[in-house]
């Protein structure tokens, strides 16, 4: 999608590309401050992806599956959630199935319906809408960078909002937090912390829902993969962000950005596209490094 | 007096080792009062206040508070009943700020979804001025003293509106000076018309603070008794149902040559400009118990790791039976001659997935292995269970050393490092958070290994075992050698303590110089 009405197509581009890797990296950051290393993401996305576009092409409605797509992901969140918490399994080998779940399953209902395992394309429901916010059109020259989207970018950064004045201005926010910080003195209150763990769970499968809708409503079409990684690279995200939801908001768009440009670098830069492609994640072993050094010399200081 | 609580006929068996922890156990206490509730270790006094705070759920018994009956399920219903616990381990959330670990579960709001946390703040601090602690609501866990801590778990009951405060062995992680500071703030809440129970096997402290006590052994009730009407040896005779020397017999020693020598001992951390330990020198000679004493945070478990050989210092030098052993490491340190007994027993002192075969046979594993380089089984198990007879270890050779008890855990440890003694045994917290029973049979051994001629280092915070046992005691504060004196009949603990504190030093660097 290149989008050359704009000033600046390559930030325009990276605003739509960091969409997934925002809402995944905020609900995974949910899990991540209630204790819980969550590497279920990248299946998580998955699932939503598939199951938005197949119950909106059942429905004929966009709404409704997205809607059904995002409850569907939930509910299978829940279930990885209470299996891993209340059943006491390895979150890392539940994780693990969840995402091996995530490509078995698709395939599988794929197949069954539809009779293939590869690309489903549909024509009986509507593209997200692309909306134009009106308080962004007025910011001089930029501001056109911020036009043109569809409506879950603007939920994205909606919901980077609510996160943040849930995690950090609320009751449930700081119970959910002393969970992720001291899950012992959360129980010695009566607080039951089990269940706060769950409910992040499954808050990062609503997340992950629309993460993965954005990426396949937008086309109206389930490619085998789409998400292609993307829950991993949220995994890194929330770290990069420094487990805060602004943090993640500029990881997201750095990330992004380094894969807008290599979109466009590909056509004009004489460099194998092979190493333009793989500009991203050297973005993310350079970030990563220097995290780490700043972190170090921070300790230092202190 | 009023009644305050009365818990009929508790009994509690766990159905997964079948053990009967609580059997038909009565307590009363009376309102206004502190009441000491004893036992040793196992004997079923934290299971019993667990019940009262509904995070164990008995077999069957009754609770009433007030004189009114009250069931019990979880934390919550029992800060409804007024009933609030301080738990042994703080269960405290270090990045949170006092007000916030207070009210937590109880937050005030501002309107329907926000966290009010001036409010908090403001709520907090009345709590603490009225009952008359001295905390900050917005300063970090993190950044407080145990003794701070221990308030902010105490305010965070008060605020739950608690009348009845439960504590588990409050005094085990505090200084002499926290543990009078806790004793009169407690006194203070009894007289605001609370009531406090106590769980401890700490005598001195159950004579000095509580009006009443409960002595629970293998899980019932073997005495109630006005504090006044008891004293000391009686009190642990119920504990343990037999008479204890609570004081170990000293035996004089003849003194031999040293054992082991430090020279101007420095350890730096890096990028650290106040050293850990700061020049320490001293000797110990065989025949005699050298008693290390410090409040935690002064060097003494860096001073441990040293004696055995788990870090390195920064300049100085360190002699054991005469060999210089510098930066050598443990494996040279064992093999110039030192037994060591550390103070984490489940980490560093045994491994606690093994069985006790396996932790007695770990120094001496190379004479039980077979030309064919496996383990010789028969001969390894005969080798412990000899010394599981030699030291009354409860266990069997194959037992998982984690399923056992502190005190036999510490005895699977002392038979292995006492088996050979080379001159040098270092002792680190003999005794920390052992019953009156198993500290007695520790204190017995190692007056038997200095008796059997070998130099011992006691490393401990707590001043009486110190005064008990050594012959001779040194005190550090801050890293530094503040007072070394012999140790006689007419030794002052509350001297000793000043010392601890830091309030006296016999090398200060000032008079030194002049």
């Known amino acids: 999608m290149s989008n050359t009405g704009f000033s600046f197509p390559v930030i325009h581009d990276a605003i739509d590309i960091m969409t997934p890797f925002l809402l995944a990296g905020i609900g995974g950051l949910v899990t991540e401050l209630s204790g819980m290393l969550n590497i279920a993401l990248e299946g998580l996305i998955l699932l939503g992806a598939f199951f938005s576009v197949i119950f909106a092409s059942i429905t004929g409605s966009l709404f409704l599956g997205l809607l059904f797509g995002v409850i569907t992901t939930m509910f299978i969140a829940f279930i990885f959630g209470a299996i891993t918490i209340y059943l006491k399994a390895n979150e890392f080998i539940t994780a693990i199935a969840v995402n091996l779940l995530a490509t078995g399953l698709t395939a599988v209902i794929s197949f069954h319906f539809f009779g293939t395992k590869g690309n489903l394309v549909f024509d009986n429901f509507a593209r997200l809408p692309v909306f134009d916010l009106p308080a962004l059109d007025s910011i001089p020259i930029i501001g056109d960078i911020f036009l043109g989207h569809n409506i879950i970018v603007y939920a994205g950064w909606l919901l980077v909002f609510v996160f943040w004045f849930v995690l950090y201005k609320t009751p449930y926010g700081l119970r959910l937090r002393g969970v992720g910080l001291n899950f012992k003195a959360m129980s010695a209150l009566g607080l039951n912390p089990k269940k706060y763990r769950l409910e992040a769970i499954v808050i990062s499968g609503f997340t992950c829902a629309l993460a993965g809708a954005s990426l396949s409503l937008n086309i109206g079409a389930y490619v085998p993969n789409i998400s292609s990684g993307r829950g991993w690279i949220a995994l890194v995200v929330i770290y990069l962000g420094g487990r805060t939801p602004l943090g993640i908001l500029i990881a997201s768009f750095i990330f992004a950005l380094a894969e807008s440009f290599s979109n466009y670098a590909q056509g004009f830069i004489n460099i194998p596209a092979d190493f333009i492609l793989a500009f991203p994640y050297i973005i993310t072993v350079v970030a990563l490094v220097l995290v780490s050094a700043i972190k170090k010399r921070q300790q230092k200081i202190s | 007096?009023?009644?305050?609580?009365?818990?009929?006929?508790?009994?509690?068996?766990?159905?997964?080792?079948?053990?009967?922890?609580?059997?038909?156990?009565?307590?009363?206490?009376?309102?206004?009062?502190?009441?000491?509730?004893?036992?040793?270790?196992?004997?079923?006094?934290?299971?019993?206040?667990?019940?009262?705070?509904?995070?164990?759920?008995?077999?069957?018994?009754?609770?009433?508070?007030?004189?009114?009956?009250?069931?019990?399920?979880?934390?919550?219903?029992?800060?409804?009943?007024?009933?609030?616990?301080?738990?042994?381990?703080?269960?405290?959330?270090?990045?949170?700020?006092?007000?916030?670990?207070?009210?937590?579960?109880?937050?005030?709001?501002?309107?329907?979804?926000?966290?009010?946390?001036?409010?908090?703040?403001?709520?907090?601090?009345?709590?603490?001025?009225?009952?008359?602690?001295?905390?900050?609501?917005?300063?970090?866990?993190?950044?407080?003293?145990?003794?701070?801590?221990?308030?902010?778990?105490?305010?965070?009951?008060?605020?739950?509106?608690?009348?009845?405060?439960?504590?588990?062995?409050?005094?085990?992680?505090?200084?002499?000076?926290?543990?009078?500071?806790?004793?009169?703030?407690?006194?203070?809440?009894?007289?605001?018309?609370?009531?406090?129970?106590?769980?401890?096997?700490?005598?001195?402290?159950?004579?000095?603070?509580?009006?009443?006590?409960?002595?629970?052994?293998?899980?019932?009730?073997?005495?109630?008794?006005?504090?006044?009407?008891?004293?000391?040896?009686?009190?642990?005779?119920?504990?343990?149902?037999?008479?204890?020397?609570?004081?170990?017999?000293?035996?004089?020693?003849?003194?031999?040559?040293?054992?082991?020598?430090?020279?101007?001992?420095?350890?730096?951390?890096?990028?650290?400009?106040?050293?850990?330990?700061?020049?320490?020198?001293?000797?110990?000679?065989?025949?005699?118990?050298?008693?290390?004493?410090?409040?935690?945070?002064?060097?003494?478990?860096?001073?441990?790791?040293?004696?055995?050989?788990?870090?390195?210092?920064?300049?100085?030098?360190?002699?054991?039976?005469?060999?210089?052993?510098?930066?050598?490491?443990?494996?040279?340190?064992?093999?110039?001659?030192?037994?060591?007994?550390?103070?984490?027993?489940?980490?560093?002192?045994?491994?606690?997935?093994?069985?006790?075969?396996?932790?007695?046979?770990?120094?001496?594993?190379?004479?039980?292995?077979?030309?064919?380089?496996?383990?010789?089984?028969?001969?390894?198990?005969?080798?412990?269970?000899?010394?599981?007879?030699?030291?009354?270890?409860?266990?069997?050779?194959?037992?998982?050393?984690?399923?056992?008890?502190?005190?036999?855990?510490?005895?699977?440890?002392?038979?292995?490092?006492?088996?050979?003694?080379?001159?040098?045994?270092?002792?680190?917290e003999p005794t920390w958070g052992l019953d009156i029973a198993s500290s007695e049979y520790i204190y017995k051994k190692i007056i038997e290994v200095k008796s059997e001629g070998a130099a011992v280092v006691i490393i401990s915070s707590n001043i009486e075992e110190i005064i008990n046992l050594s012959d001779r005691i040194i005190v550090m504060h801050s890293g530094e050698i503040v007072c070394e004196t012999k140790n006689t009949e007419d030794i002052d603990a509350a001297v000793i303590g000043d010392y601890m504190l830091g309030l006296k030093n016999d090398f200060s660097k000032v008079t030194n110089e002049r």
Not at chain 2, 105 to 128: C, Q, W, Y
Not at chain 2, 133 to 154: C, R, Y
Not at chain 2, 328 to 333: I, L, P, Q
Request: proline share 2%.
């Open chain 2, 1 to 428: 007096m009023q009644t305050c609580l009365e818990m009929r006929n508790i009994c509690k068996t766990y159905s997964i080792n079948g053990r009967t922890v609580n059997k038909n156990v009565d307590l009363t206490v009376r309102k206004g009062e502190i009441h000491a509730l004893l036992g040793e270790n196992g004997a079923g006094k934290t299971t019993l206040m667990n019940i009262l705070y509904g995070i164990i759920h008995p077999d069957s018994g009754e609770i009433f508070i007030n004189g009114k009956k009250v069931f019990i399920d979880s934390p919550l219903t029992a800060n409804r009943s007024g009933i609030g616990m301080v738990h042994q381990h703080f269960r405290l959330i270090d990045d949170f700020t006092v007000a916030q670990n207070v009210v937590l579960g109880m937050e005030p709001r501002h309107g329907l979804f926000k966290f009010d946390n001036t409010k908090a703040e403001k709520d907090v601090l009345s709590v603490i001025n009225k009952n008359g602690f001295k905390l900050e609501p917005n300063a970090k866990i993190s950044d407080l003293s145990v003794g701070q801590m221990q308030q902010v778990e105490i305010v965070k009951m008060l605020y739950r509106k608690a009348d009845l405060l439960i504590l588990d062995e409050p005094t085990s992680v505090l200084t002499e000076h926290e543990i009078q500071n806790l004793f009169i703030r407690l006194k203070k809440l009894v007289k605001t018309g609370k009531t406090v129970i106590i769980i401890t096997h700490k005598l001195k402290e159950v004579k000095r603070l509580s009006d009443r006590l409960t002595v629970l052994r293998s899980g019932k009730v073997v005495g109630v008794r006005n504090t006044a009407d008891v004293d000391e040896s009686e009190i642990s005779r119920l504990m343990v149902g037999r008479t204890v020397a609570l004081k170990p017999i000293k035996v004089e020693t003849e003194i031999k040559e040293e054992a082991l020598k430090l020279e101007n001992v420095v350890l730096k951390k890096r990028r650290q400009e106040r050293p850990i330990l700061d020049n320490l020198s001293f000797k110990v000679f065989k025949g005699e118990i050298l008693g290390i004493a410090a409040v935690a945070g002064n060097g003494l478990s860096e001073l441990e790791n040293l004696l055995g050989g788990m870090v390195r210092i920064t300049s100085g030098r360190l002699l054991i039976n005469g060999q210089d052993v510098t930066n050598e490491g443990a494996a040279v340190f064992r093999r110039a001659g030192l037994s060591y007994v550390p103070s984490d027993r489940l980490k560093r002192g045994s491994s606690i997935e093994s069985s006790v075969r396996e932790n007695i046979i770990l120094t001496n594993h190379h004479r039980f292995v077979k030309k064919t380089g496996e383990i010789d089984s028969s001969a390894a198990d005969e080798f412990s269970s000899k010394l599981i007879d030699n030291f009354n270890i409860d266990a069997d050779p194959s037992t998982r050393t984690g399923t056992l008890s502190g005190g036999n855990i510490q005895k699977v440890i002392l038979s292995r490092e006492l088996e050979h003694i080379d001159g040098l045994v270092v002792f680190a």
